[in-house]
């Protein structure tokens, strides 16, 4: 199966874009699944309130895990991990127009009203996937890179 693959299944199972994307990633990167998806379990939906898409936080939690600072006198690190974060962003607007996931949904999904629209369209499987699906692709291109 591939990431992507796995990504969307684990969608599918009920976990959130953030932990879709993490927790495809998670094990190679020597960290396991459900610690991962514990950690990732709060960045869904964009912090739970239409922020930062949770298919963008959970790839940034990925590339932290393979380019990230552990120690905090290191800022040659820590200026490339930055840098790293922007560039994902960077592909993942180009290709969306943005990293937001109520402006990627068109609804505040913090609202009732809003939650009920995006389950109506049934956008967490038309669109959200497809968000999961493009974050995948952009990571694995870069975890080739970096």
Known sequence: MSKKEKAVSY?????????????????????EKDIAMKIASGFGGGMRCGEVCGAVTGAL??????????????????????????????HFKEKHGTNICKE?????????????????????????????????EILEVMLECY
Not at 14 to 29: D, I, K, M, P
Not at 61 to 89: C, H, Y
Not at 126 to 132: A, G, N
Request: net charge negative.
């Open 61 to 90: 939690m990925v590339l932290g895990l393979e380019n990230g600072q552990a120690i905090g006198s290191d800022q040659e690190t820590k200026k490339k991990m930055n840098t790293i974060a922007a560039e994902f962003q960077k």
């Open 104 to 136: 990627l949904l068109g609804y505040e999904i913090h609202t009732k009203e809003g939650m009920i629209q995006v389950q109506q369209k049934g956008l967490s499987r038309s669109l959200c996937d497809r968000l999961i699906e493009d974050a995948v």
């Open 11 to 31: 969608h599918i199972e009920g976990y959130n874009c953030s932990q879709a994307v993490f927790g495809a990633f998670c094990e190679e990167q020597g960290l």
